[in-house]
């Protein structure tokens, strides 16, 4: 299948500093990428859909000003978790939609752990 | 997106065959299934999808009833690797408009020896 990766994989930062994530589709292009995040022994939760070139779509309840999604190309998008705070300790994953020669299968990454202490 | 239902865990013995449902009722013409899985700390692995012919690929087979209100996804010989909390995702698809992967609960297969 196709690869989508993510960096960095683990992460420390201080409360109140912002800290960036990276996801790369690695042989594919992908104008469709979406972020989620995930808490111990929970699903995974869709934040946003991130769009090539546009602004991204965020889910009920999110906040678009705390969690910067850009996309600036067709093999990577960034989220930045801004003036990160204790409670924004999570599970980071992306996911990338493949084209319709894939039947425009999402593929995704292997997550970024983020923790603020 | 129609929502899905599934048992939260199951056992299956090493060796043996895993047969996952998951009830979809409410699944529109539009609507595939796809099957993912996670292994503890790590992202989501796709593993197959469907609209209504039944489907196989090198990791499972994925069998739609023919009103298409449920799935099976079978993993042939189970191994320990297998463990893994697995996903039944209804998703549509549609020029332009093809939908996001939203994650119930899952079941969480435990694969033992």
């Known amino acids: 299948g196709a690869v989508v990766s993510q960096h960095p994989s683990r992460v420390i930062c201080k409360s109140g500093t912002s800290v960036k994530i990276e996801c790369r589709s690695l042989d594919f292009q992908a104008t469709t990428m979406f972020w989620y995040r995930q808490f111990p022994k929970q699903s995974l939760m869709l934040m946003a859909t991130?769009?090539?070139?546009?602004?991204?779509?965020?889910e009920q309840g999110v906040e678009k000003d705390k969690f910067l999604i850009n996309h600036a190309s067709l093999t990577l998008s960034t989220l930045t978790v801004t003036s990160a705070h204790p409670e924004d300790s999570s599970f980071y994953i992306c996911?990338?939609?493949?084209?319709?020669?894939?039947?425009?299968?999402?593929?995704f990454g292997e997550g970024s752990w983020l923790t603020v202490v | 997106d129609a929502k899905t239902t599934q048992p939260p865990s199951m056992d299956c013995a090493e060796g043996r065959a895993a047969n996952l449902p998951c009830n979809h009722s409410t699944i529109s013409g539009n609507e595939y299934v796809y099957w993912y899985r996670q292994i503890h700390s790590q992202g989501p692995q796709y593993i197959i999808h469907g609209l209504k012919n039944n489907e196989t690929n090198e990791m499972a087979s994925l069998i739609i009833t023919e009103d298409r209100k449920s799935s099976t996804l079978i993993l042939p010989h189970a191994t320990l690797r297998d463990t893994a909390v697995y996903y039944c995702?209804?998703?549509?698809?549609?020029?332009?408009?093809?939908?996001?992967?939203?994650f119930g609960q899952g079941t969480t297969l435990q694969v033992k020896p």
């Open positions: 995702i209804v998703r549509r698809h549609g020029s332009g408009n093809t939908g996001k992967l939203i």
């Open positions: 996911s990338a939609m493949g084209g319709q020669s894939s039947g425009n299968t999402i593929y």
């Open positions: 991130s769009n090539e070139g546009s602004k991204a779509t965020y």
